[in-house]
């Protein structure tokens, strides 16, 4: 099991960035696959990023790329998402969670195949 704790939402203008943090203790952090998810009000939860063991892989939803950038360092058992160009329609509750064991790449997309999740950090767009 992974403790998860995020931090670093805030009130931001549109157009402007946000550097997420995700801190985790317990099980071996570098062997999981790390993501982040957003719920806004009313909403379901949704696919932000993933991003590989070692940093070599990631994905992201279309809404957010080219403009969020998910990273990792495993020696501080941290994940990053900086997000820049801030939208309105990016405002939700920003979640970080491991990988289930047993779960691949191809299934990283989905909230369900992930546990351990985080309280969350709000993060509100003004426009």
């Known amino acids: 099991q992974v403790q998860l704790v995020e931090s670093g939402g805030g009130l931001v203008q549109a157009g402007d960035s946000l550097r997420l943090s995700c801190t985790a203790s317990g099980r071996t952090f570098s062997s999981v696959v790390m993501g982040w998810f957003r719920q806004a009000p009313e909403k379901e939860r949704e696919f932000v990023a993933c991003i590989s063991w070692y940093g070599r892989n990631t994905d992201y939803a279309d809404s957010v790329k080219g403009r969020f950038t998910i990273s990792r360092d495993n020696a501080k058992n941290t994940v990053h998402l900086q997000m820049n160009s801030l939208k309105s329609e990016d405002t939700a509750v920003y979640y970080c969670?491991?990988?289930?064991?047993?779960?691949?790449?191809?299934?990283?997309?989905?909230?369900?195949?992930?546990?351990?999740w985080g309280q969350g950090t709000s993060v509100t767009v003004s426009s």
């Open positions: 969670a491991a990988l289930k064991p047993g779960k691949g790449w191809t299934q990283a997309r989905r909230a369900t195949s992930f546990e351990d």
